[in-house]
């Protein structure tokens, strides 16, 4: 069974860090890009770029570069989403999801990590 | 930037027809996709490139396209459609863009 499955809740101060995990398991990990999106609460989802699990190449869209980083350790199938100099507006549930290139899907999406930014 | 807009809500009676459009100028050469989201869940994919249904999605879904419009059609709509429809497509640019959420309603 193809699986992502991402680390738990977080809640942080402005300014802190976060990193979240996206575990893949079920599948050949560096043979799927992995897509990251975020969801404000109440919103809807915003591509926030995908990283190459072959190369470890990240492209970022427009709106997350500087703080936003991807990255990987293929040793454990892992795909990493950190966020430097948290603001309340990067309060969100992100997710990752496997990219299948044939049918372009975005399949299948992690449960989802919402991470919480406040004072 | 590429923007596709959809309406913000949907709402049918069960066993209604429910048509949720997604409008953008790149439409419908750069192909559509549709996510279905139920309430603390993920997405899921119920339509790709345009029309093509996934397998494990009830023929009651289906997609079409007219100008610069597609169409998510849900025929015979049953409660558990109840849920958040997402469009996703990609800009001259290659970079991947959803809509705003569409939130069908079940009367």
């Known amino acids: 069974q193809v699986l992502l499955v991402q680390s738990g809740s977080e809640l942080k101060k402005p300014g802190a860090s976060v990193k979240i995990s996206c575990k893949a398991s079920?599948?050949?990990?560096?043979?799927?890009?992995i897509n990251w999106v975020r969801q404000a609460p109440g919103q809807g989802l915003e591509w926030m770029g995908w990283?190459?699990?072959?190369?470890?190449?990240?492209t970022y869209a427009q709106g997350f570069t500087g703080r936003f980083v991807f990255s990987l350790d293929t040793s454990v199938n892992t795909a990493y989403l950190q966020i430097i100099s948290l603001k309340s507006e990067d309060t969100a549930v992100y997710f990752c999801?496997?990219?299948?290139?044939?049918?372009?899907?975005?399949?299948?999406w992690g449960q989802g990590t919402l991470v919480t930014v406040s004072s | 930037s590429y923007e596709l807009t959809q309406p913000p809500s949907v709402s049918v009676s069960p066993g209604q027809t429910a048509r949720i459009t997604c409008s953008g100028d790149a439409l419908p050469k750069e192909h559509a996709y549709w996510y279905q989201q139920k309430p603390g869940q993920a997405p899921v994919v119920v339509m790709y490139?345009?029309?093509e249904r996934p397998s494990g999605i009830p023929e009651r879904f289906s997609g079409s396209s007219s100008g610069t419009t597609v169409t998510l059609t849900i025929s015979g709509v049953q409660a558990e459609d109840e849920a958040d429809y997402h469009c996703k497509s990609v800009d001259r640019s290659g970079n991947v863009v959803f809509g705003g959420g569409t939130k069908l309603t079940v009367l």
């Open positions: 079920g599948y050949s990990f560096t043979g799927y890009a």
């Open positions: 999801a496997r990219f299948l290139s044939v049918s372009q899907i975005l399949d299948p």
């Open positions: 490139k345009g029309s």
């Open positions: 990283i190459n699990t072959d190369t470890g190449n990240p």
